[in-house]
Every structure is written in C-alpha cells, then in structure tokens.
C-alpha cells in the first residue's frame, strides 16, 4: 500500500512538469516570416536637397571729371616740363594726385573741352582752342577711358578740326562720345560692358558758339532737343542695363541750375534715363536725384573745370563724382549706389606755372592764398573754397571729412 502511494505521487509530479514551458531565449528568437519589422526613421529614404544658388551680384565702378581746357599757360607749363625729354610738351605731371583715383575705376569719363587737331593746325587758346594731342595722351595716362567731345568748342577749328580731333581720340584705348563723322555713327549708340553689366553712352551740347558745319556736311553734332534726348535714352534704356547721358548746357559761372537744365533733366528721367553729368558753367552745381526708388535718375548739373586757367576762385574749384553700377543676378535693372563727390582744385602760381590737380581734401589755406588768381586780382582762402562745396553740393553726397562740423 506504501509502494502503491508513492507511485502516485510521482506519477502526480510528472504530470505537472509536462504542463510548464520551455524558458525563452530572446537572442534565437526571430520573427515570424509572415510580418513585416516597422521601419524606422532612420531608414526612409528621401530626395536628395538641391542646394540654394546666391544670385551675383555685379558691380561696375564710375567715375567722372569736368571741364578739361588748355589755356595759353597750361601749354607752356607742359613744354616746360618737357624739357630734356623727347616730348615737345608734358601735360603728366598737372595729373598726378589725381591719377591713382581715377585709376580704381572700371570707367572712367572726362569732359575734353579743347580740340587736338594736330599737325597743321597751329595751337590756339580761348575762345577758340586747339590743344597739343600731348594734353590726350596725358588723359589716357591718367586713367581715363571715356572721353566726352560734345561742346560748344568742338568747331574753333571747322569741320575738318573736329574730324582730325576724331583721328586722334579714335586711335587710343578710349571711348569717345559726343561728335561723329555721320548721323547714322550718332543713331548707333555706344554702349560699353562691363561684368555682364550693359552702359549705353549719349553725349549732347547746347551750341556751338555760333559756329555751324557747311550746308551739306556728314558730320554730326547732337545738339540739345528735347525731343531728340527723349527718343535716345529710350532707345538706349532698350540697348542697354543702365544709361547715362553728359551734357553740355547752363549758364556760365553760376551755382544754380537754369530752366533748360531742369528741363532737360526731368525729359531724360522720365524716359528712362539712370545717370546725368553735366559740364560748362565751369563751377560746381548741385547733385540731386530725380524721382525715387527703382526709378530714379542721379542728376550732376555740373562738375565744375577739371583744367582751366580762368580768373575766380570758383573757376579753380571742380570736382569727380563717383558712383557703383550694380545688378543682381543675371536679369533684372541696374541701379546706381554709392555716390560721391569729391572736390578738386586746379593750382598754379602768379606766372602760371606748376600747374596741378589737387585733391581739396589735400590742399592747404597757404596754397590757396598764394594761387595765380592773383595775377587777376583775386583771392581766395581753403575756407572759402570748402564753403562752396558745402553750399552747392547735399551733404548726402560729401566725402566724411567735408561732413565734420
């Protein structure tokens, strides 16, 4: 009976032991072949990113000076400096202090006001003018590729004087605007490219001095019409990304711009017209832009002279304006940035030597004391000359050191 018990309860203990299950191992396990593992984030696949492209931005730096004219002792001074060399005359060294700026520029534009009509003409001084071609090629060393020849001195020496003039300044690195041996040379605009950025170029004057091209001629001067400026600077808005347009025009010795100039102005603007530079009053005259934001158009009335031997102190002051032509991207209108004016003063003493372009922000009050405006009984001081420019010019265009009270 024992026995039989005990087999009971081993019996019993096996039967419990087949009810329990086998313990798990989680490292053999693998999923059922029937479902799918999820994916996770780490695993999706996406589209490659494109990467973002900045527009360029191009940018063409200007720069421009006013009336250039030879008077009798400009051109003795230069022959004087040409002595022990093998030039007959050396204009160089009046440019010097002003050489280097200029030379930072992509273009560089310079109002030419005498003729260099070369062999066969003899040299003559106001108020008809023939310069010696020395003058041009102290203009091209000095940094200046575009040179303006529509004034009201570009026929003291007839038609066949301004075409010998055009034989020169066709021979050198220069793009010369303003005069042209036939209507259709003036029809076809000028247009310069710089990178990628397209500069139409139009040149036109007020007059001649009375002095008119032979029934018959081919020769071309634009003289100033409204009309004619309007239908130019449209044309040239379609040729180009940005136009600027010099002129010849106002009143002579004056700070203030006349209605003509205004005129003129607005018919440019209203055309399409980004840039004016103006010359002949022979002073300065203010800068202002016309109309605003895309639209607008930067006016120079004047630049004043450059070069000239005349008699007031306000003859001697000049100046360069200076300016960048911007475009972003590969389309789209150019836009004038970055604009200033800076002030010049032609020197020279009471015999009219040493002739020099001084930057006014080099010159000094003894200088300006001692200048050869004397030998006409005049006078001036650097006050008097900084005083001008702050008068005349809006401080929004003044270099920092003009603006220090």
Not at 26 to 45: D, K, L, Y
Not at 206 to 233: C, F, H, M, Q, W
Not at 285 to 298: A, F, K, N, S, Y
């Amino acid at each position: 009976m024992k026995k039989l018990f005990i087999l009971l309860l081993l019996l019993l203990a096996l039967l419990c032991s087949c009810g329990q299950n086998a313990p798990i191992d989680a490292e053999s396990t693998t999923a059922p072949t029937t479902e799918t593992a999820p994916t996770s984030a780490a695993t999706i696949v996406t589209e490659p990113l494109v990467p973002v492209v900045e527009p360029t931005l191009h940018t063409v730096s200007f720069i421009a000076a006013g009336d250039n004219m030879a008077y009798y002792g400009n051109v003795r001074d230069a022959k004087k400096n040409a002595e022990g060399t093998e030039l007959t005359y050396d204009f160089r060294p009046s440019y010097t202090d002003i050489s280097p700026i200029v030379g930072q520029y992509d273009l560089s534009f310079i109002n030419q006001e005498t003729l260099m009509c070369g062999d066969g003409y003899e040299l003559s001084y106001y108020p008809r003018f023939n310069s010696p071609r020395e003058l041009g090629d102290a203009v091209v060393d000095a940094g200046f590729n575009i040179v303006g020849l529509a004034n009201n001195h570009m026929l003291d020496k007839g038609e066949s004087g301004l075409l010998a003039t055009l034989d020169y300044w066709e021979k050198q690195p220069v793009t010369a605007i303003g005069a042209y041996r036939a209507e259709s040379d003036f029809e076809d605009i000028e247009v310069v490219e710089k990178d990628g950025i397209r500069i139409a170029l139009l040149a036109f004057t007020y007059g001649t001095n009375g002095l008119k091209l032979l029934a018959g001629s081919e020769t071309y001067i634009p003289y100033l019409d409204s009309e004619l400026v309007a239908r130019k600077v449209r044309e040239a808005e379609e040729l180009a990304d940005l136009t600027v347009v010099s002129i010849h025009w106002g009143y002579e010795n004056t700070f203030k711009p006349n209605e003509q100039q205004r005129e003129i102005a607005a018919v440019i603007h209203e055309n399409g017209g980004d840039v004016i530079i103006g010359h002949h009053p022979h002073c300065i005259q203010p800068i202002e832009w016309l109309g605003e934001g895309e639209d607008r158009t930067l006016c120079v009335y004047s630049l004043g002279n450059f070069m000239s031997e005349m008699a007031q102190d306000y003859n001697i002051l000049g100046g360069m304006v200076a300016f960048d032509i911007t475009r972003l991207g590969e389309s789209g209108k150019a836009s004038v940035e970055n604009v200033i004016f800076l002030p010049t003063v032609f020197d020279y003493n009471r015999s009219f030597y040493n002739n020099h372009i001084f930057m006014l922000e080099d010159y000094t009050d003894a200088q300006a004391k001692a200048h050869g405006i004397a030998y006409y009984g005049n006078h001036t001081t650097l006050d008097r000359l900084v005083g001008y420019v702050k008068k005349t010019i809006d401080a929004e265009f003044l270099p920092d050191w003009l603006k220090e009270e």
